[in-house]
């Protein structure tokens, strides 16, 4: 034993990968958007980033389930829905604060995610992806049905959350610099648990289930755990998007939205963390640019994403794995 | 050190009996082998001894503990590790990293969320000694998707020794290694000899006979004999089953 | 009370059976191909289309409903010749995010082709106005006679699923697919000739519907996710389990509507129940959903999980 050719500790050296220097530098553009939009004379742009760091995030939490653990979940915009109407609601009964309002979000979203997950984890595959679908749905039509906070209309935002007591996000740019320290952190937290014990019995399930089985992991308490955490991660975007909005409305989380977070992640990369990321930015610049020089997006937007999953040879999740393994 | 008793276990799919009125007490320590010929049903019984697959009736015990109802992972918790007849591993993973899942499964907890794995001493320490035992310690950093096929079947089985089981049920580790690497392998698991108890499916019957205490004989999916390795040999039910096509092939 | 409760049990079986249209189709495909197909509403709000302006072109409901076959059968024959046929074998994400697409291209194309106001599809005259059913109580002939198709189309699946030699393929398709590669069987064909059936049953479905719904971009989207809550709760790749789960959901959400305030008016006062039940209306179905899967994973007829 003592003679074996490699030292057991520590193992893999924990260099910064290159992964995380690609991150790195994203957050360093985004930090530059502000002073740059300004001096070109835009500022309203700042806001245009701020939605897209917001959904970054939400990227970034569907990422942890979708790409480390192979579960597609098609009901993630139930929990933007419960981020903005945290905001909405608790603002109401006179709670601003916007940590208050983060922590009301995660508590639902922790709730509504133990039992639906609880419930949709008990099957695969494609039930799977119609039951989460379904229960998102379901969410969308709760709200829809809440006539307090204008139901199917929504509700406008007489303010932005505080913090501490102060209204200092009533500022776009500080809003964004608060939006960007959240995806910061988040991205830290995320790239902490995928490397983890945690993380790393998480991806055993995603590569082969019944081995990881057969060595002693019941799957289920992993999953239902980690889809938990993206949920409530989730929901901290929806509270963000309220803030950038000062409005919601149940069209946060309707099921086309909850597609939307799908292609995020799959464009920039599943099971990457940074490709989360990219790929909300490079998503929705395309859906802004498209926007610009046409009014029939949509049609351009779903013939892209059609032509690029055809003329991938194994498809974008074949091509995407492809990738990761010829980096190995 | 487990002893692993099953009484009557019945699995049938549709009309088809794989499993037969199985009787078997493996007792603490032995190796016994199971052979039979294909489609005998051995590897459904490992399912059910290891809770991939539940019987339709009958009983499980490990050490008198009725497991028949537990999940594969509650039985490898109490000591019954399996490995595959077909090469189950993290394909993505490395070597060591395949072998730290198993011994981190059976060492404190997986919700651990924030300290980076990789940098575990103790996780990889275990996971190297069983790499060394399987002889595969050299291989650690490779990503296990760049083994040959040999390599694979000593995955399978440090992965199944650092779980730490007391019992261990390997279904044809030797399937598709031949010669030395064949030869190899079985002198480490006589080595292991006496460490656990082993159940031993197997198709080469020179290890079967070079391992095995006792020899059991499954035939669609009945138990037609059980004995040493010479009354196995001189059984005239089992040559005439079994052994008597191959020895007639030889000859 | 009576009167308004065997109204509205019509309203649920008729919803339910145009449920079942959308369904039956559905579910062979998930079940035999394997394949999530999230255009499947859009096929649905297609047959609305098509039978408005064919009914529009010759000026008679009828003659849009017998041109509207033909194009549906085109419909579902390109549909899966272009993208579907290549998504058999490629993973449920690629599914998902192609068929995805084909949603946000299909509305994007009715938009262009029929603009974005709803469209009207005048009711037959032979099918127009009420019949009596018991005492006082009326019942629109159209919606008895959309019952009458619908359970005459379900009749023939029926037949043809257990009594013919495509049926007996497509059950043991739906459970087990390699036996019907076994059986030397083209596979691509038998696919092929399944999407496009199930693609005519969901427009046939939009064109019975469409003489009394406004025909728009957005109503595929809503019948696609009770659809998939009928499929998931009849088990996937089972006609019978569509048809049971389609009656099931549809009068669950129909009744649910109007009854379930009625009834929680028992328990709380006026105002609560009126605000409960009309929050927890729209929820029935789901949770409906949920209390059948934790029971059964695989639904009610599902042999897989």
């Known amino acids: 034993m003592a003679e074996t050719t490699v030292s057991a500790a520590p193992h893999r050296t924990p260099a910064i990968a290159p992964r995380v220097k690609a991150a790195a530098v994203l957050f360093v553009l985004f930090a530059l958007v502000p002073p740059v939009v300004t001096a070109l004379g835009d500022p309203f742009l700042v806001l245009v980033a701020t939605r897209i760091l917001a959904y970054a995030i939400a990227a970034l939490a569907l990422d942890l389930i979708l790409g480390y653990g192979a579960m597609v979940s098609f009901g993630h915009a139930a929990y933007l829905g419960f981020g903005t109407y945290a905001v909405a609601i608790l603002s109401s009964y006179g709670v601003n604060d916007l940590f208050l309002q983060m922590l009301g979000a995660i508590l639902v979203s922790a709730v509504f995610a133990f039992v639906t997950g609880a419930i949709s984890l008990r099957t695969r595959g494609v039930y799977f992806i119609m039951i989460t679908l379904a229960f998102g749905q379901m969410a969308f039509f709760f709200f829809i049905s809440l006539s307090a906070y204008g139901g199917d209309d929504g509700y406008g935002l007489s303010n932005r959350s505080t913090i501490f007591g102060s209204d200092m996000l009533e500022n776009d740019v500080t809003l964004f610099y608060v939006t960007l320290a959240l995806l910061i952190a988040l991205f830290a937290l995320c790239h902490r648990i995928v490397s983890s014990r945690f993380g790393r019995v998480l991806t055993g399930i995603r590569e082969n289930a019944t081995r990881m089985e057969a060595i002693g992991y019941a799957p289920f308490r992993y999953q239902l755990t980690a889809f938990v955490i993206s949920g409530c991660m989730t929901s901290v975007a929806g509270v963000l998007l309220a803030n950038q909005a000062e409005f919601v409305s149940p069209a946060f989380m309707s099921w086309h939205r909850s597609g939307e977070l799908i292609v995020m992640v799959v464009l920039g990369g599943i099971g990457t963390l940074t490709g989360a990321i990219g790929g909300a930015v490079a998503a929705l610049l395309l859906e802004e640019f498209l926007g610009m020089v046409t009014d029939h997006w949509?049609?351009?937007?779903?013939?892209?994403?059609?032509?690029?999953?055809?003329?991938?040879?194994?498809?974008?999740t074949g091509l995407v794995e492809q990738i990761g393994r010829r980096k190995r | 050190m487990s002893r692993l008793e099953m009484t009557h276990l019945d699995k049938s799919f549709g009309a088809l009996k794989v499993t037969d009125d199985v009787s078997l007490t493996i007792e603490p320590g032995e190796i016994h082998a199971i052979i039979?010929?294909?489609?005998?049903?051995?590897?459904?019984?490992?399912?059910?001894?290891?809770?991939?697959?539940?019987?339709?009736?009958?009983?499980i015990t490990l050490d008198g503990r009725d497991i028949t109802r537990a999940t594969m992972p509650e039985r490898v918790h109490l000591g019954l590790a399996r490995s595959f007849q077909i090469t189950q591993v993290l394909p993505s993973f490395t070597v060591l990293e395949n072998v730290a899942l198993s011994v981190q499964a059976r060492e404190g907890s997986s919700f651990r969320f924030f300290a980076p794995v990789a940098g575990e001493t103790a996780l990889n320490t275990a996971a190297l000694k069983a790499l060394a035992e399987a002889g595969l310690d050299e291989r650690a950093d490779l990503p296990a998707s760049a083994l040959s096929h040999g390599e694979h079947r000593r995955l399978e089985l440090a992965m199944a020794l650092a779980t730490d089981p007391r019992t261990l049920l390997l279904d044809e580790p030797l399937a598709g290694v031949g010669g030395e690497d064949a030869d190899a392998f079985i002198t480490r698991l006589m080595g292991m000899k006496g460490r656990f108890t082993m159940l031993l499916i197997e198709h080469d019957m020179d290890a079967v006979f070079r391992l095995a205490d006792r020899v059991s004989v499954l035939v669609y999916g009945r138990i037609i004999a059980t004995g040493t390795p010479e009354e196995i040999r001189s059984d005239p039910q089992v040559r005439a089953a079994?052994?008597?096509?191959?020895?007639e092939a030889e000859a | 009370m009576t009167n308004l409760f065997v109204l509205q049990l019509l309203n649920g079986v008729q919803l339910g059976v145009l449920l079942f249209l959308i369904a039956a189709g559905l579910t062979l495909v998930f079940g035999i191909m394997d394949v999530v197909n999230l255009a499947h509403g859009v096929l649905y709000m297609v047959g609305a289309y098509f039978v408005a302006t064919f009914a529009a072109w010759t000026g008679s409901f009828w003659w849009g409903l017998l041109l509207m076959l033909p194009a549906a059968v085109a419909v579902g024959l390109i549909l899966e010749l272009v993208v579907i046929r290549r998504l058999y074998t490629r993973s449920h994400l690629d599914q998902v995010l192609a068929t995805f697409g084909l949603v946000m291209m299909a509305n994007e194309t009715v938009k262009i082709v029929w603009g974005v106001s709803p469209l009207s599809v005048p009711m037959p005259e032979l099918l127009s106005g009420s019949v009596p059913l018991m005492g006082p109580l009326q019942y629109p002939v159209y919606r008895i006679a959309i019952i009458v198709a619908g359970l005459g189309v379900a009749a023939g699946l029926f037949l043809m699923v257990n009594y013919t030699r495509i049926g007996m393929l497509l059950r043991a398709g739906a459970t087990n697919r390699a036996m019907v590669s076994a059986l030397?069987?083209?596979?691509?064909?038998?696919?092929?000739?399944?999407?496009t059936l199930g693609a005519v049953l969901a427009c046939l479905a939009g064109a019975l519907i469409a003489p009394i719904l406004s025909v728009d971009t957005g109503m595929g989207e809503s019948v696609l996710i009770l659809t998939f809550v009928v499929v998931v709760i009849g088990g996937i790749g089972s006609i019978k389990g569509a048809f049971l789960g389609a009656i099931l959901v549809a009068v669950v959400d129909t009744l649910g509507g109007v009854f379930g305030p009625i009834l929680l008016r028992e328990v709380l006062d006026p105002a609560a129940a009126g605000q409960a039940g009309r929050m927890l209306a729209p929820m029935l179905v789901y949770i409906l959903m949920a209390v059948i899967l934790f029971a059964k994973p695989a639904g009610l007829f599902g042999g897989r999980a």
């Open chain 2, 36 to 59: 039979g010929p294909n489609g005998a049903g051995k590897t459904t019984l490992v399912a059910q001894l290891s809770g991939q697959l539940a019987p339709d009736s009958g009983r």
């Open chain 2, 242 to 247: 079994y052994l008597g096509e191959e020895e």
């Open chain 1, 298 to 316: 949509q049609l351009w937007f779903g013939l892209f994403l059609v032509l690029m999953v055809l003329f991938s040879p194994r498809g974008i």
């Open chain 3, 184 to 195: 030397g069987i083209d596979i691509g064909k038998l696919f092929a000739v399944v999407f």
